[in-house]
């Protein structure tokens, strides 16, 4: 007798028999919207359309409006890459990199990458995509798993799966392609039809549309951000550490601790070299530092300040959160919330009228802002003034846009980016995203330190993101330096406190999709002690027992 089961899709309530595929249902419920669908949110957590239906459920179905069809989209057409390569150019290895403008950026080995490559490439894709190729993971043992990709001479998934205590895995093939499946994937090629491939500096990029399914005309070049991606790669490369699984191995082998100092030594080097530049022009008085959430601003500043001091310069920190403007006058979002990150939530004028003086040599009384009160507090007002061997740091989410210092002369500021952009791969093929590490610290930092569990900072990370897109990313290219805060072996440090505070989403809370796949995501880590972690990290800040103090 086949059992009958009660599915709510899309609002529409019906009913189907057992083992019914989402894909089955949508004739009867259609997804809303003009874009395709791509996956669905099936009680609280994503998968493909191919997922079967077994008991009474609830069915959203998503498209690339939303991040997570937006992150199927970019999974399944990456595979595609990957399948018109193995088809078209079997002995070449294909490596995914760093996220650039709108795509991504992969290294292209043993192939020669030029017009002829890329057309054959691009042609192959559309191929792939015109015969509407069915799409599913299967559950595979991962002994068979081992012998496929032991066949393909793919050491890092050999030595991934080596590591992994599991009994069986998620495979996706298409072609001649065999791949991890870390998510969930589009149900057929012909709904990923809007892509571009364009040779990028020595690999490609394959670029993908937006949330309103468009395409850009040109990839953005992005030199500084390329150039730091290219950094870490080096440094990842000269510690052995490209992915997870070499990761694990130091985190087996007994060397971790070395492991550590060296990524420590390079971050400090790094920063001590920017310190450099900074006394190399003896113009520069005011020192802007910018970056995202979670990307250790601020001990990256009070690491700097080490390294200004050796050359018998005394920073001086100033901080732009005095100068908001009272509560009663700031913006708004539409929502009637105020907007905070917002340039002209801050009294520009009155903090460039404070930096003109301080850099010529006058005394100001710096206000004093108060965030129960709404506004500024005199009675904590200090004076200052600059002296001949002191400096300006500042640090703040507008510090790269020019429109926050117009009357500070461009040769008197120096203009630092800081971000995690980590290099870390799980595979070859599935990036570890610079926006998880920045969301793992966050949680873990805001956990420990703020009282905060990871329900409400999850929930309320799509609001951060859009500030970052507004206010931060796109200064990215006007700094003079970016630092990469990223360390190949956070995810290690992060994984036992953050496994822990996931745990305690609730299952009916919005977050619990996220936070599920986070949990999944940290299963692949083998996690390292503390005590390895030295206390003058970027990590200290979030995981505690820093050898700075933080207000």
């Not at 997870?244 to 007994?254: F, H, I, Q, R, W």
């Not at 550590?260 to 400090?268: C, P, Q, R, S």
């Not at 979002?333 to 006058?362: I, P, Q, W, Y």
Request: aromatic fraction near 10%; charged fraction near 25%; include cysteine.
């Amino acid at each position: 007798m086949v059992k009958t089961i009660k599915v709510t899709i899309n609002g529409k309530a019906l009913t189907a028999n057992a083992g019914v595929r989402v894909a089955e249902l949508l004739p009867r419920a259609p997804h809303p919207g003009p874009f395709a669908p791509l996956g669905a949110v099936i009680s609280n957590r994503t998968d493909g359309l191919y997922y079967t239906i077994n008991s009474s459920a609830n069915v959203d179905t998503i498209d690339i409006s939303r991040r997570e069809g937006m992150d199927i989209y970019r999974r399944t057409a990456s595979t595609i890459l990957y399948a018109a390569i193995a088809d078209a150019y079997p002995h070449a290895r294909i490596v995914v990199g760093q996220s650039i403008s709108n795509g991504y950026f992969f290294e292209v080995h043993d192939q020669i990458v030029d017009k002829e490559f890329i057309d054959r490439i691009g042609e192959r894709m559309k191929e792939i995509v015109t015969a509407d190729l069915p799409i599913e993971p299967e559950w595979t043992t991962v002994e068979e798993a081992l012998e496929v990709f032991e066949k393909r001479n793919d050491s890092d998934m050999v030595k991934m799966l080596r590591q992994l205590r599991r009994a069986e895995i998620p495979l996706v093939s298409l072609g001649e392609y065999r791949g991890f499946a870390h998510g969930p994937f589009a149900w057929r090629t012909g709904l990923i039809d809007l892509f571009k491939l364009h040779i990028y500096e020595h690999g490609i990029v394959l670029d993908f549309p937006d949330d309103q399914g468009r395409l850009a005309p040109d990839v953005r070049p992005q030199p500084k951000l390329f150039s730091t991606y290219l950094e870490t790669k080096r440094w990842n490369e000269l510690i052995h550490t490209q992915n997870v699984a070499e990761l694990n191995e130091s985190c087996m082998g007994g060397a971790v601790a070395d492991f550590v100092k060296v990524a420590e030594a390079l971050h400090e080097k790094k920063i001590a070299a920017i310190a450099d530049q900074i006394v190399a022009s003896p113009e520069t008085r005011l020192v802007l530092i910018a970056g995202p959430s979670g990307s250790g601003k601020t001990t990256f500043a009070k690491r700097l300040a080490i390294q200004l001091k050796i050359h018998g310069i005394e920073p001086v920190s100033i901080s732009m959160d005095n100068y908001y403007i009272d509560r009663d006058l700031t913006p708004k979002h539409s929502d009637g919330s105020f907007n905070f990150e917002c340039l002209e939530a801050l009294d520009v004028t009155l903090f460039n009228e404070h930096m003109h003086k301080l850099m010529h040599g006058e005394s100001v009384m710096i206000p004093a802002y108060s965030f129960p009160l709404g506004k500024r507090d005199s009675s904590r007002s200090r004076r200052m003034r600059l002296h001949k061997d002191q400096i300006l740091v500042t640090e703040g989410i507008h510090g790269l846009n020019e429109a926050l210092t117009p009357m500070i002369s461009a040769e008197n500021k120096f203009k630092i980016y800081v971000s995690a952009l980590t290099q870390v791969c799980l595979d070859d093929h599935n990036r570890i995203f610079t926006t998880d590490t920045r969301l793992c610290r966050r949680i873990v930092r805001d956990r420990l330190f703020r009282g905060t569990r990871a329900a409400e900072t999850i929930e309320g990370w799509a609001s951060v993101r859009a500030g970052e897109n507004r206010y931060i990313f796109p200064f990215q290219e006007d700094a003079d330096v970016i630092f990469n805060s990223a360390l190949p072996y956070e995810h290690a440090l992060l994984k036992p406190y953050a496994e822990r505070f996931l745990a305690e989403v609730p299952r009916n809370r919005p977050s619990f999709m996220e936070a599920s796949r986070l949990v999944r995501f940290f299963s692949f880590f083998i996690p390292i002690l503390e005590a390895e972690v030295p206390g003058t990290s970027i990590l200290r800040e979030f995981v505690g027992r820093s050898a700075f103090k933080y207000t």
